[in-house]
């Protein structure tokens, strides 16, 4: 029987099945065993996905590298994530020497008059955190000047290891690639082709390609497969539809008490058909009439080498892609050697893999692109600065509460103890604000913005998210503070003041991302969802998509979690030698996180889609900042704390710009090269391997393409089958 994600009542059996289909782990490769003695099994597919259920768990103490299944891009995340381990664990050696000689300081216990109440006072109040900050040894000049150089010192190891890690990063990627078996490695994604024509564009690209795409004529290019895309926008509508209908059937089977026959229901049914039957007469009109041809193609070649080749020889420049983009597709000045079609010129690329694929955008025309990432761009602008204005104003009102302005300014501590109380519990409620604020709104926030965009490839749309999520993370959580507390108040080392909020945020920082984690409220609330689903048995008004979605683990967001670490990473550097205790905060706070997600993912994750190495190309690129924002936030604060410039801080401020600015890494690059792995499997010995493919997670195809796999593997095991039998023949 034919999968019907829109069955009512669900099928709770097929909707464990695919749950298991999704989890995070590899398929058992069953079908390729050589094993003597077991005869060759039938993999069974989920119906829904096409991906298999039976799977092979993976155990907890496993390395990283087993995680390549999922692509690229997660097993270069947990190694991200122990490199910034790994800088945090460097620079609190330089935090253990700060933090002892802050501790034997005598800064704090000094007393200095009080212009107000002219008692002499002393110049800290009685704290730990403050004891154990740079504002116990400013009267120790020598101290301060040795753990400057300390940190310059740590800053240009910091750039040694950062290039060594980027070839690491590389190194990884290319074994990764060496050992999956991926479509992308046979694939390129062609674009600006000429959409009106009445022609067979699938043949019509395969000679193309065969014949024109290299320059040797000795090399005989093979293309195995040719997968068209579409503008949907017909096929989004039609869904909306049905959406819009099976709320109806919903409300009317629960006025009729489930009755399945009552006129509504049946009206609804009547109308769910209708739109389904239409968006299978459009994916069908789309496939053989090239109707909604969005001038997109993926072309898959016999071997990895061809596809390298191709690419090789059919280079563009961003100048060529304006000129097109502004002559509506036609590119002036075509040489004749170049790949062309009607004086279109033909822009190749490298494909990213089919599930990184944001489908519904991959047809969005690039002026519509222009305009929506325009509109995000001034959305974010408006977002970040309401944010910023909203912990800027509560935090304002809290310090008011407890705080003469007047006395606030000229730093007076609080001797009544009932007030004492109350600026700590301030300070924690201020710290507590940002926290929750970046966890709890920040974060949907900028994923709604980055929607805007109508980005075409999950990576890129991590590498926006990332960007915009680690930004307004570290403003909230930094700038603000030093606004309020320095700029404003010039509250440094005062009770409740600069010092003693950052201190209370690294701790809470560190604490609350693994403690969330680790309980995980969202899948606490999923399995609530099933449970309450599950017990309804016949009342259930779930499809079986929703049945099938609600039995799956939660996704895993990738760009969320590297905007936090990478947050942390810029925090810690910025304030890290004025707070030293945040350092180890923020190390204690990584290692557990990475114990927490690693658990997380292998066991209360699912992942639908692959991410490629750019995101942790561009995540490195982000991590780099600290090497700027270390002498930077050193040089900040020692300008108030001793009202002048450091010359060490600001030496390294030179050396971090000098970084951002010249292109070190390629350098290092370019003078160590890493050679690129070729797969030496043909794509049709390969394509049984492959999880998915561009036709199986294309919208027009998807459906029929699932469908012939299935058969495809079952032919695959019956093939298997004869060899098990002729094999065993020959024994007896």
């Known amino acids: 029987m034919d999968y019907n994600p829109l069955q009512m009542p669900c099928d709770w059996n097929v909707a464990r099945k695919h749950a298991l289909a999704r989890r995070t782990a590899p398929d058992t490769k069953a079908r390729l065993d050589d094993d003597d003695d077991e005869e060759p099994k039938k993999p069974e597919t989920c119906p829904c996905c096409g991906f298999e259920i039976e799977r092979k768990e993976i155990p907890y103490c496993d390395d990283i590298k087993s995680l390549k299944f999922l692509g690229a891009g997660f097993p270069l995340f947990y190694n991200f994530l122990k490199f910034c381990i790994l800088l945090l664990c460097l620079q609190s050696l330089v935090a253990l020497f700060n933090i002892l000689s802050n501790y034997n300081g005598e800064f704090c216990q000094q007393k200095t008059l009080n212009p107000i109440s002219l008692q002499m006072e002393p110049n800290c109040q009685e704290s730990m955190f403050l004891k154990l900050s740079i504002a116990n040894k400013l009267n120790n000049s020598e101290v301060v000047v040795f753990i400057q150089k300390a940190n310059l010192i740590m800053l240009i190891i910091m750039i040694i290891l950062l ?28 674009t600006n082709i000429p959409k009106t024509l009445n022609v067979n564009y699938r043949w019509e690209l395969t000679n193309l390609f065969q014949n024109y795409a290299v320059s040797d004529n000795n090399f005989q290019i093979t293309v195995t497969k040719v997968v068209l895309i579409y503008d949907i926008t017909e096929i989004l509508v039609e869904e909306a539809k049905i959406q819009k209908t099976l709320q109806k059937k919903k409300i009317a089977l629960q006025t009729s008490n489930m009755k399945y026959d009552c006129q509504d229901v049946r009206d609804s049914e009547v109308e769910i058909e209708i739109s389904q ?37 059919n280079t563009h420049t961003l100048y060529d892609k304006i000129k097109t983009f502004l002559y509506s597709g036609k590119t002036p000045g075509l040489d004749e050697m170049e790949l062309q079609w009607q004086a ?8 990213p893999e089919p599930n990184d694929i944001l489908w519904e955008n991959l047809a969005t025309l690039t002026q519509d692109k222009i305009v929506a990432r325009i509109k995000g761009f001034f959305i974010n602008i408006i977002v970040q600065g309401i944010t910023f204005f909203i912990i800027y104003y509560l935090s304002i009102r809290c310090i008011r509460l407890v705080y003469n302005e007047e006395l606030e300014k000229r730093k007076i501590g609080v ?61 909230n ?31 809470l920082n560190a604490a609350i991302a693994p403690l969330i984690w680790l309980i995980d409220p969202w899948t606490l609330i999923r399995k609530l969802q099933r449970d309450h689903q599950a017990q309804k048995v016949n009342d259930c008004l779930l499809t079986q998509k929703e049945a099938n979605e609600i039995m799956e683990e939660v996704d895993y967001q990738l760009a969320m979690r590297y905007a936090d670490i990478i947050k942390t990473m810029w925090f810690t550097f910025f304030f890290g030698t004025a707070i030293p205790l945040g350092v180890f905060s923020s190390l204690i706070g990584l290692s557990l996180f990475y114990l927490v997600d690693k658990y997380n993912i292998l066991r209360r994750r ?62 290092v690059d370019s003078m160590f090269p890493i050679k690129n792995f070729e797969e030496p499997v043909s794509y049709k010995k390969a394509q049984i391997e492959f999880d998915t493919d561009y036709d199986r997670e ?24 004869v060899e098990y039998q002729i094999m065993h023949e020959d024994h007896q």
């Open 698 to 721: 294309n919208p027009v195809t998807k459906q029929k393409a699932i469908a012939e796999y299935s058969l495809q593997l079952q032919g695959i095991t019956q093939e298997r089958k």
């Open 606 to 667: 699912t992942v639908k889609e692959s991410i490629s190495q750019e995101l942790s190309w561009q995540m490195i690129n982000m991590l780099e900042f600290v090497l700027l924002f270390n002498p930077l936030g050193n040089t900040a604060v020692s300008l108030f704390l001793n009202q002048n410039f450091d010359i060490y801080s600001t030496l390294g401020v030179i050396i971090g710009l000098s970084f951002q600015i010249l292109p070190i890494h390629r350098f």
């Open 344 to 351: 279109q010129k033909l822009f190749i690329e490298q494909a």
């Open 163 to 190: 290039q060594i890690f980027r070839r690491h990063q590389k190194k990884l990627d290319n074994q990764i690639d060496e050992s999956q078996l991926t479509p992308s490695d046979y694939t390129i994604i062609v």
């Open 277 to 313: 039957k239409r968006i299978k007469d459009l994916q069908e009109e789309y496939f053989w009439t090239n109707r909604q041809f969005s001038g997109i193609a993926f072309v898959s070649f016999e071997s990895e080498k061809m596809k390298d080749l191709v690419l090789s020889q």
């Open 415 to 475: 001797d009544d103890k009932e007030k004492l109380k109350n600026v700590q519990m301030i300070s924690f409620a201020i710290a507590s604000t940002i926290v929750l604020i970046n966890k709890l709104f920040i974060e949907p926030l900028m994923k709604w913005i980055t929607k805007i965009e109508r980005i075409s490839t999950n990576t890129k749309f991590q590498i926006s998210y990332a960007n915009k999520l680690t930004i307004s993370l570290f403003v």
């Open 477 to 507: 959580a930094a700038i603000v503070s030093y606004v309020i507390d320095i700029l404003i108040f010039s509250n440094v080392y005062g009770f409740g003041g600069f010092i003693y909020n950052e201190t209370l945020i690294f701790i």
